[in-house]
């Protein structure tokens, strides 16, 4: 049985920084794209980040160079360091994993993140 398991959200005030993780099991990681999304209330979810099975990243604008995405395939997780957080960063966070080869997709079950003063 597949399980990504994602932690390390909460509540943090703007400029402020949070480490996200994700624990996968069931799959082989290393064969994985893995991914960071979030959804905000009444928006669609959108890509926060990006890493492919050769460590190739990708970032959309509004979160480059504030966030930093990372694998450890020996501890099968990935991490997304958040920095200069703010209040348009509040939304439940994503993390899902791609098959290189089946581009089959798994899905965590998200962790809310809320930047407020």
């Known amino acids: 049985q597949v399980q990504l398991v994602e932690s390390g959200g909460g509540l943090v005030q703007p400029g402020g920084s949070l480490r996200l993780s994700c624990a996968a099991s069931?799959?082989?990681?290393?064969?994985?794209?893995l991914g960071w999304y979030r959804q905000a209330p009444g928006e669609q979810r959108e890509l926060a980040a990006y890493?492919?099975?050769?460590?190739?990243?990708n970032y959309p604008d509004s979160v480059k160079d504030r966030f930093t995405i990372s694998r450890d395939n020996a501890e099968n997780t990935v991490y997304l360091q958040m920095n200069s957080l703010n209040p348009e960063d509040t939304a439940v966070y994503y993390c899902?994993?791609?098959?290189?080869?089946?581009?089959?997709?798994?899905w965590g079950q998200g962790t809310q993140v809320t930047v407020s003063s």
């Open positions: 069931g799959i082989v990681f290393r064969f994985y794209a």
């Open positions: 890493i492919t099975s050769r460590n190739i990243t």
């Open positions: 899902n994993a791609v098959n290189d080869y089946s581009r089959r997709s798994y």
